[in-house]
């Protein structure tokens, strides 16, 4: 069966330390990796999305990065967090067989101090 | 620019009651229109999704009404119970361009006993 795996599910930071998320799914090889940031009580917002490895794609402008090491391997990074850097962050797959449908994993709740 | 409009805000209904969650889109290339639902704490999940190809769809209490003309979807939630109680996200979707989904702003629904 497919599943995706994320952590830390919390974590505080202090303002300008840096910052590294992980998403791993398993059950399918090459899938569409995508990192969402939802700020609390608001939307969705797309942040980086990955077809295959090394191959990232930004929505938005930021200080924060993407990686993809592996097929299975997602990671969302940062060199220095500012206080608006605080969410919840999501990482999500779309595998072949999935159709259109994106699947989430738990979230990572980010408090930057 | 938002492509999909989501309303109301936030909705308060009562136990039984039926709850109704709009959303319009610009996009005509969009094809695919899932409804997902969140807990807080937790990532969203998929409640239910619907192509342009049909006019509604049904899945126990919840039910997708699509307007093509009009590019409108609703959900409604028939008999609503306190569990029900949670933020959902309409988002659509066109062709298979890495699927990507643009979600609306999200209604926070509570279900009052």
């Known amino acids: 069966s497919q599943t995706i795996h994320q952590w830390p599910a919390t974590l505080v930071q202090p303002v300008g330390s840096p910052l590294s998320l992980e998403c791993t799914v398993e059950g399918t090889s090459n899938p569409n990796l995508y990192w969402y940031r939802q700020a609390a009580g608001r939307g969705l917002q797309l942040l980086f999305y990955?077809?295959?490895?090394?191959?990232i794609s930004s929505e938005v402008p930021q200080n924060l990065s993407a990686s993809r090491p592996q097929d299975w391997q997602f990671i969302l990074s940062s060199k220095k967090l500012l206080l608006s850097d605080s969410g919840f962050y999501l990482c999500a797959w779309r595998w072949q067989g999935s159709g259109n449908t994106i699947y989430f994993g738990e979230g990572s709740w980010l408090t930057v101090v | 620019q938002q492509q999909v409009k989501q309303s109301p805000q936030s909705l308060i209904v009562q136990k039984g009651g039926i709850s109704i969650i709009n959303c319009a889109y610009e996009n005509t290339a969009f094809d695919y229109f899932p409804w997902y639902q969140q807990f807080p704490g937790k990532g969203p999940a998929l409640l239910i999704a619907?192509?342009?190809?049909?006019s509604e769809k049904k899945e126990g209490r919840f039910t997708i009404s699509f307007n093509k003309s009009a590019k409108q979807f609703s959900l409604h939630i028939m008999d609503s119970q306190p569990g029900d109680s949670a933020t959902y996200f309409c988002a659509a979707s066109k062709g298979n361009a890495g699927n990507m989904l643009t979600f609306g702003g999200g209604t926070r629904l509570m279900v009052k006993p």
């Open positions: 619907i192509r342009p190809d049909v």
């Open positions: 990955s077809v295959g490895i090394g191959q």
